[in-house]
Every structure is written in C-alpha cells, then in structure tokens.
C-alpha cells in the first residue's frame, strides 16, 4: 500500500537548521510530484510548494522562496524539506503529500 | 493567489442529518485540460488530513458513498447525506489548478 512516512519531530533554536524526510513507497517514486504544507498550531493548512521527482526541480510557494529547500534522494524514494535558518514562526508541524495521500506529519519547535 | 472563500466556518449536526459546505474560489478553476481541481479533505483531530473528493466529485477509494462534491468553475459544494460519527474534524478545500495551491481556511464539523 502507498504510504508516506516522515521523521520525527524536532526542536529547534532559533538561527538553527533542520531537515525533515519523508519515505514514499508501495508506488514508483518518480512517477508522482511531491508536495509540502505547513500547518502551524491551531492554524489551517499552506501550500508550501512541490518539487518535481524526475527533474528533481522545485517549485516554491512566495511565502517559502527564502530560507526553504525542497530535495530528493531518489535511489532512496524519499524527499527532503530543509529550513535553515530557522524563525520563531516556523513552528509548525510540515506534510508531505502526493496526490490523495499524506505523511504522518512532522511537529517542529522553533524556541531559544 | 486564488482565494478560497469556505463557508461557514463550524456546522453543529445531529447524527443522522445531513451537512453541506461551500467553497467558492476568487477564479474559475477549469485548468487548461478542462479538468477542474478541486479537491475536499477531512482533517481529523490529531490526524494529518485525508483526501475524500478530487477532480469537484470523484471519491477516493473507501470514501462512503455519504459523502459527494459538486459545482463548477468558482462555486463548489460538499455534502454529506447522513452525518455520522466519524465524520467530525475540520474540513478543507483545496484548488490546484493554479499555482500556488490553496485551501480554504476550514470549516470545523461538530456533533450535536
């Protein structure tokens, strides 16, 4: 079965850098862009951008040209969200999600 | 950025009862295949959010037959015939006929 599973959850200082992942499988990686959204608490959801898994070129969102690097590691099936630099409103929990399925979701914390 | 205007914004339903949501975009949404794509998700509490329509009126596999989309270019409707317990979460729609995606701020389901 399809499923899109993330890594766990971070805490983070403000300044810091951070990668999450998310592992696709039960489909071939490639065939299918790869989206992620922001979802910060008790908030609603943001679409944050894709990244195209053939070419592996992203697409980003305005509100995510800086600071954020979408990635792949295709031999892995598994895309990467990077954030560098990290603010205080970064806190959120960040989804993967291709087509009608989504990653568990991964909780970061931004705190000095 | 397309606006996607969600109404209302909480419904209270007994079980049993129906339930409808609006959702009108700020443009049309017929892409340029003529495919219109919107999409309807359920985000349970705690859960990360589950796509239930795509494409105004297609259900994703395992999605009761309860539930149905409907509408066209800017106005777009979900309905569920019969509420059931399942069913409480916040409710989003979704545009991705035009970049970036966005999704309406939620409407929060609750039992009476």
């Known amino acids: 079965q399809i499923q899109l599973v993330q890594s766990g959850p971070e805490l983070k200082k403000p300044g810091e850098s951070l990668k999450i992942s998310c592992k696709a499988s039960g489909y071939t990686f490639t065939d299918y862009a790869m989206q992620w959204v922001k979802q910060a608490p008790g908030k609603g959801l943001q679409y944050m951008g894709w990244?195209?898994?053939?070419?592996?070129?992203?697409t980003y969102a305005d509100d995510f040209k800086e600071r954020f690097v979408f990635s792949l590691e295709t031999s892995a099936s598994t895309a990467y969200l990077q954030i560098n630099n990290l603010k205080n409103e970064d806190t959120a929990t960040y989804f993967c999600?291709?087509?009608?399925?989504w990653g568990q979701g991964v909780m970061v914390t931004v705190s000095s | 950025d397309v606006v996607m205007t969600q109404t209302p914004v909480s419904l209270s339903v007994a079980i049993g009862q129906p339930a409808s949501i609006s959702c009108k975009s700020s443009q049309s949404l017929v892409g340029t295949s003529g495919k219109t794509y919107l999409n309807w998700l359920l985000q349970r509490p705690g859960q990360s959010p589950k796509r239930l329509i795509y494409?105004?009126?297609k259900l994703d596999s395992g999605i009761p037959d309860r539930f149905s989309g409907s509408g066209s270019e800017t106005d777009f409707t979900l309905k569920i015939s019969r509420v059931e317990a399942d069913d409480l979460g916040v409710y989003y729609c979704?545009?991705?006929?035009?970049?970036?995606?966005?999704f309406g701020a939620g409407t929060k389901l609750e039992l009476k």
């Open positions: 979704l545009q991705g006929t035009h970049f970036p995606h966005t």
């Open positions: 494409l105004v009126s």
């Open positions: 990244i195209n898994t053939q070419t592996g070129k992203p």
């Open positions: 999600a291709r087509g009608g399925y």
